[in-house]
């Protein structure tokens, strides 16, 4: 299993992430309406918002799971935040970076997984949007379209609930 | 379609209507303008001229006097230009029910989607409706 860096700017990403004092805070319809609209569009049995914090991704919205957190290093979302772009897992297993990860070994079976970086007007990555299925698949254009217009959304949530915590 | 078509899409859901206007937007699709209701979608109508149209109708009235509600579809097709009676309009509904599929057929429409409504297929219906009119 490959843990990911530690993103350059992580001590500048800690602080956005945490100035917006999200972290654990409870449930939120706004959050809760966008998983279960992406579960429904994308026919996949777990959907999460993730927000990557120093040693955990903890969850903010979820549907499919009743995980809150995991730790951060067996966590797919902190290489998702690697790159600003959608990463698009078909099969894990067919992934040295994830094969024998025990997300996809263990309970989880994680087989298949998008995430959207949650990118913030700061170009702060701070967590992701994220599809999971138990068996391998795949998105098309139309389909990544919608996952980042999602994601689109989920970061104008994020940004009010920034805006209200000035 | 592409990206300076105009297309209308009436549906109440905020969730539904936002992320198909904006990947549209974004795909290169259309643009897309919302109306969460027949009135706005009216409103609208009648300040710009639409290429094709989405619409969610609901059912009005009550008892044996209910039927759906297919006045904004009436008032796209009475706009005299070429456009609006041959303007491509998928309808969202819950069911369609023969009367309602009658209906339909004499107003023209090119499509039915039935619930449960995904994104994808209202967004695949706005980039056909400029192949089935080509």
Redesign the interface.
Known sequence: MQVAPIPDNEAERLAALRALLILDTPPEQRFD??VQ?AA??FDVPVVVITLLDAERQWFKASVGTTVCETARDVSLCSHAILRPEVMLVPDTLQDPRFADNPLVTGDMNLRFYAGAPLTMPSGLRLGTLCLIDHRPRTLD???L??L???R??VVMELGEAGASNV | MSSNTHILLVEPEA??R??VS??AR??GISQVHEAASTDMALRMARQRRFQGAVIAVDCVGSGSGRRYDLSLIDQLRADETADGRAMPIAILADQATPELLAELRERRISRVILK?F???VL??TIANFGASKN
């Open positions: 309406k966008i609209f429904t569009e254009a139309m389909e379209g919608i980042s217009t999602l689109d959304l | 969730l539904l936002r992320t904006m990947t974004s795909l449960p995904r994104a994808k967004l695949e």
